[in-house]
């Protein structure tokens, strides 16, 4: 006799972010051939997740997890355990990290089985980048650590986005840049490139913040030099830059085209922490701006370096990053639906303090 499991879901509406609503999911777990629950733990709430809001319908991020109407489930990385299987290779108990809907279960059909990994194979993720469907085994991981699952939470996708960007920027020369103009400086994805950058030493780190986050960024010891968005106009434009964009403001993106002019030698979207200032770019001078997608360069660097190399590469700073973190970051939980509403809500408003990460858990 099957048995019911009632999870519950936090959907957002697609057309207003701020709309929330919580949904009962019925989960039968008499379940078909290699299907499998997974009972989702903690997840980390940050900018980078409205950044999966703004790009929902351009990259996908609203089909991973599908929902009824006009209403839209935001992925959130974190961390789960396998609770009913009927997948021969996937054990009750298992712990696994990857991305899930802010919710307390999730559905999936697991595939692609292997000693570190297995993912959700399901129809509706066939033209999907298979990163975002993977789920990574925590007992295979050679960087895991039981007490840094809340910032493998936090920072693991992020610093790997970061990763590549600096990464892609590397390969290509830096286009012939000195300085890599980084907006929305204060956001743990745009230190996750600040470190990148500051290790490798090739561009030079300048920030862009609000005046709230100066001191914040530059105590960090990560950027050359932090400038706030009033004053990107004293930025000197004689000097060939590029710019990768976390903060999504058409303002800000529209002044540094028009102050750097043809010496913006690339232009690279990756966030939208700024969501509420987008905008039509228009036609703008230097480079034309480009959407940064992950997992493009993932394909493109496995190819050259090999996977097992790039991982091993990638993995290597992101212990160090996660290492040097403990100097500034500082964990804040957050229990039960009604918890996980507000600091959704929170970190939607801007509100959060950059050096807080925030942890959240639907599952009471």
């Given at each position: 006799?099957?048995?019911?499991?009632?999870?519950?879901?936090?959907?957002?509406?697609?057309?207003?972010?701020?709309?929330?609503?919580?949904?009962?999911?019925?989960?039968?777990?008499?379940?078909?051939?290699?299907?499998?629950?997974?009972?989702?733990?903690?997840?980390?709430?940050?900018?980078?997740?409205?950044?999966?809001?703004?790009?929902?319908?351009?990259?996908?991020?609203?089909?991973?997890?599908p929902?009824?109407?006009?209403?839209?489930?935001?992925p959130?990385?974190?961390?789960?355990?396998?609770?009913?299987?009927?997948?021969?290779d996937?054990?009750?108990?298992?712990?696994?990290?990857?991305?899930?809907?802010?919710?307390?279960?999730?559905?999936?059909?697991?595939?692609?089985?292997?000693?570190?990994h297995?993912?959700?194979?399901?129809p509706?993720?066939?033209?999907?980048?298979?990163?975002?469907?993977?789920?990574?085994?925590?007992?295979?991981?050679?960087?895991?650590?039981?007490?840094?699952?809340?910032?493998?939470?936090?920072?693991?996708?992020?610093?790997?986005?970061?990763?590549?960007?600096?990464?892609?920027?590397n390969?290509?020369?830096g286009?012939?840049?000195?300085?890599?103009?980084?907006?929305?400086?204060?956001?743990?994805?745009?230190?996750?490139?600040?470190?990148c950058?500051?290790?490798?030493?090739?561009?030079?780190?300048?920030?862009?913040?609000?005046?709230?986050?100066?001191?914040?960024?530059?105590?960090?010891?990560?950027?050359?030099?932090?400038?706030?968005?009033?004053?990107?106009?004293?930025?000197?434009?004689?000097?060939?830059?590029?710019?990768?964009?976390?903060?999504?403001?058409?303002?800000?993106?529209?002044r540094?085209?028009?102050?750097?002019?043809?010496?913006?030698k690339?232009?690279?979207?990756?966030?939208?922490?700024?969501?509420?200032?987008?905008?039509?770019?228009?036609?703008?001078?230097?480079?034309?701006?480009?959407?940064?997608?992950?997992?493009s360069?993932?394909?493109?660097?496995?190819?050259?370096?090999?996977?097992?190399?790039?991982?091993?590469?990638?993995?290597?700073?992101?212990?160090?990053?996660?290492?040097?973190?403990?100097?500034?970051?500082?964990?804040?939980r957050?229990?039960?639906?009604?918890?996980?509403?507000?600091?959704?809500?929170?970190?939607?408003?801007?509100?959060?303090?950059?050096?807080?990460?925030?942890?959240?858990?639907m599952?009471?």
């Amino acid at each position: 006799m099957s048995k019911e499991l009632i999870g519950k879901t936090l959907e957002v509406r697609k057309d207003n972010w701020s709309a929330t609503r919580v949904v009962d999911d019925v989960l039968s777990t008499d379940l078909p051939d290699n299907a499998v629950i997974l009972r989702i733990d903690r997840q980390a709430l940050t900018a980078n997740n409205i950044s999966y809001a703004g790009a929902g319908d351009l990259l996908g991020y609203w089909r991973f997890f599908p929902a009824e109407d006009n209403w839209g489930r935001i992925p959130a990385m974190g961390w789960a355990d396998v609770v009913h299987s009927a997948h021969p290779d996937v054990a009750v108990g298992e712990r696994v990290w990857g991305f899930f809907p802010l919710a307390t279960h999730l559905q999936i059909l697991a595939g692609n089985v292997s000693g570190d990994h297995f993912s959700d194979v399901s129809p509706h993720r066939a033209d999907l980048a298979p990163v975002y469907a993977r789920f990574d085994r925590a007992d295979a991981n050679p960087v895991y650590e039981p007490q840094r699952e809340d910032h493998d939470s936090l920072l693991r996708g992020l610093f790997m986005t970061s990763w590549l960007v600096e990464d892609f920027l590397n390969e290509a020369g830096g286009f012939g840049a000195t300085t890599c103009l980084v907006t929305s400086a204060s956001s743990k994805t745009s230190i996750s490139l600040a470190h990148c950058l500051h290790r490798r030493g090739a561009l030079r780190a300048v920030g862009l913040t609000s005046p709230r986050n100066v001191a914040f960024c530059e105590s960090l010891g990560l950027y050359d030099a932090i400038v706030t968005y009033d004053d990107l106009e004293s930025l000197d434009a004689a000097q060939a830059a590029v710019s990768v964009d976390m903060a999504g403001s058409a303002d800000v993106l529209t002044r540094l085209h028009q102050h750097y002019a043809a010496n913006l030698k690339h232009s690279c979207q990756v966030g939208a922490t700024h969501y509420e200032e987008a905008g039509a770019l228009g036609d703008l001078p230097g480079a034309t701006p480009e959407f940064f997608f992950a997992p493009s360069h993932i394909q493109t660097r496995s190819a050259s370096l090999g996977a097992a190399e790039l991982m091993a590469q990638l993995g290597t700073d992101y212990v160090e990053f996660r290492r040097d973190s403990d100097r500034w970051l500082q964990i804040e939980r957050h229990v039960g639906p009604a918890a996980v509403e507000a600091a959704y809500q929170s970190v939607l408003a801007g509100g959060a303090e950059p050096s807080s990460g925030q942890i959240v858990s639907m599952s009471g």
